[in-house]
């Protein structure tokens, strides 16, 4: 059955970097886009980062455009989040999601903190 694993996340200070990882397995990674969301508590949830299937075309809000950038490596079945600059505002929980298909991991946590 498909499965997500998020991982990475941590306490950080504003301005520090944190790489994120969603694991992936029961179905075919390499013909899935992916994406990256994050829910602040008493908030909607948020998009991210998107990415194709190839890895070859990226997409972010502006909220993150310029400070996070997301990878994947298909060879692994793993999809990165790479956060640089982070600010208060980032901590959220941080959740992968496979482009079409309504299925959520347990998601890792965020928080941003001096």
């Known amino acids: 059955q498909v499965q997500l694993v998020e991982s990475g996340g941590g306490l950080v200070q504003p301005g520090g970097s944190l790489r994120l990882s969603c694991a992936a397995s029961?179905?075919?990674?390499?013909?899935?886009?992916m994406r990256w969301y994050r829910q602040a508590p008493g908030k909607a949830r948020e998009f991210v980062a998107f990415?194709?299937?190839?890895?070859?075309?990226?997409n972010y809000p502006n909220s993150v455009k310029g400070r996070f950038t997301i990878s994947r490596d298909n060879a692994k079945n793993t999809v990165y989040l790479q956060m640089n600059s982070l600010k208060a505002e980032d901590t959220a929980m941080y959740y992968c999601?496979?482009?079409?298909?309504?299925?959520w991991g347990q998601g890792t946590q965020v928080t941003v903190s001096s």
């Open positions: 999601n496979i482009v079409g298909v309504d299925y």
């Open positions: 990415i194709t299937t190839t890895g070859g075309s990226t």
């Open positions: 029961g179905f075919t990674f390499s013909r899935y886009g």
